[in-house]
């Protein structure tokens, strides 16, 4: 049989997938190959946080703060991964997360991360600053499609309500509405860099795409990044610049409560908000009508000062009890993230930047890679954790030291409306 192993040992199998495996055994690897093979601003952009890049070092330190206590004596031969959210069956319980101005760490890197979980099966998010449109991508991936929204509060929210609108006859199947960026914050790694789309010919950025020509070259094939979605809202042809500038201008302010009961009512199918850190804001959410709550600090790249998602997960767990979709991102690397994330009650995670890094790496064959190596840590961890299916692990003994005790909140509260 192609491909099996004819010899003891993890270098015993043959073949793309197998070489793969050796060569780059974990996401880290495939980062270090990432960060040689684009430029130092678009690393930068992808792998740097806010502030001092506490919250982004806060999430890696608090997931591997978190113990599983394994149970042995189980038969675990035959171990299902699969998971159902919203109604529809995936083959994991990870998805690809929402990521803006993907582009710029592979110029068409959106195309290739939702082919890819097309074919793991698996959730992927398209973001509303997308470097391709909300047709093309639910077209790649028409049975894992789901949009996540910013709030476009200028005009009443008309843009806004049409992009929902879009993403509806476009097929997707969640709406996730990003509530986390009320304002802009300052990245101080692009602002070192003078990050700027379209991009500026300064001496520095020039050297940085010449470290990197296998880049320099796509680029100049394919174009700079463009917010693609944006294009029936500018003036006619649209420019890189002008798709910028609308972006920039237009894509500020707050999603209120007000506006998330607006878009609940114009939205028909299964509806997630993202970036809840407090059980209050995930009951009010609930209370709305959302179906989906996702846990997250937005990986680290808003407030420096937010705790990391996975010790806000237990006490936002215990206050929704079932009533929605428990979801969380924000650090999630590997196979045991997930089950971590899991154990402490949710029902699916997403991860960015790990299948980011493996496109930018290797292209196709990099987020196919990525997805591949989810698919074999979580078997894995779930056979030494005792369990066959993911909605047992919930059974797992978790040691969390770091989860967060929020007061309890007064009654009249619990009252507020939108």
């Known amino acids: 049989m192609a491909g099996a192993a004819q010899s003891w040992g993890s270098g015993g199998l ?109 959730p992927y998010v398209s973001s509303t600053v997308a470097n391709a449109p909300i047709e093309r991508l639910a077209a790649l991936a028409p049975d894992v499609f789901w949009f996540q929204l910013y709030g476009l509060p200028g005009d009443d929210h008309a843009v806004s309500l049409e992009l929902v609108r879009r993403a509806e006859r476009a097929g997707a199947h969640v709406l996730v509405l990003t509530m986390d960026v009320p304002a802009r914050q300052k990245r101080e790694g692009d602002v070192r860099n003078g990050l700027a789309v379209p991009f500026r010919p300064r001496l520095r950025t020039v050297l940085d795409v010449l470290r990197a020509p296998r880049w320099g070259l796509e680029v100049l094939r394919r174009g700079q990044p463009r917010f693609e979605n944006f294009c029936s809202y500018v003036p006619a042809p649209a420019s890189t610049a002008s798709l910028a500038g609308y972006t920039y201008h237009k894509m500020a302010g707050p999603l209120t409560w007000e506006a998330v009961a607006r878009l609940r009512e114009a939205w028909p199918r299964a ?100 997805a591949a190596l989810f698919r074999e840590e979580i078997r894995g961890a779930m056979a030494l954790g005792g369990v066959t299916e993911p909605a047992a692990l919930r059974e797992t003994l978790a040691l969390h030291p770091g989860a967060i005790r929020f007061p309890a909140a007064p009654r009249p509260a619990l009252a507020e409306t939108a």
């Open 14 to 122: 043959d073949g793309r997938a197998a070489e793969l495996r050796r060569r780059y055994p974990c996401v880290a690897d495939l980062e270090q190959l990432a960060r040689r093979r684009i430029p130092r601003f678009a690393y930068d952009f992808v792998a740097g946080g806010v502030g001092g890049d506490h919250g982004l070092r806060r999430n890696r330190a608090a997931l591997d703060a978190v113990q599983l206590v394994p149970r042995y004596g189980r038969d675990v031969t035959r171990i299902e991964t699969g998971v159902t959210l919203f109604g529809r069956d995936y083959a994991l319980p990870v998805g690809v997360a929402p990521m803006g101005l993907a582009g710029l760490a592979w110029p068409g890197i959106d195309e290739i991360l939702a082919a890819a979980a097309q074919r793991a099966r698996i």
């Open 271 to 370: 509806l997630v908000v993202k970036g809840i850190l407090h059980p209050e804001d995930a009951e009010r959410a609930v209370r709305l009508g959302v179906d989906g709550v996702l846990v997250s600090n937005h990986g680290g790249r808003q407030s420096d000062a937010a705790p990391a998602s996975i010790d806000a997960l237990p006490a936002i767990a215990a206050r929704v009890a079932g009533r929605a979709t428990l979801l969380l991102d924000s650090g999630v690397r590997c196979g045991l993230d997930v089950l971590r994330a899991l154990a402490l009650g949710a029902d699916a995670v997403l991860a960015g930047r790990a299948f980011l890094y493996g496109g930018a790496a290797l292209g196709a064959p990099g987020a196919d890679h990525v």
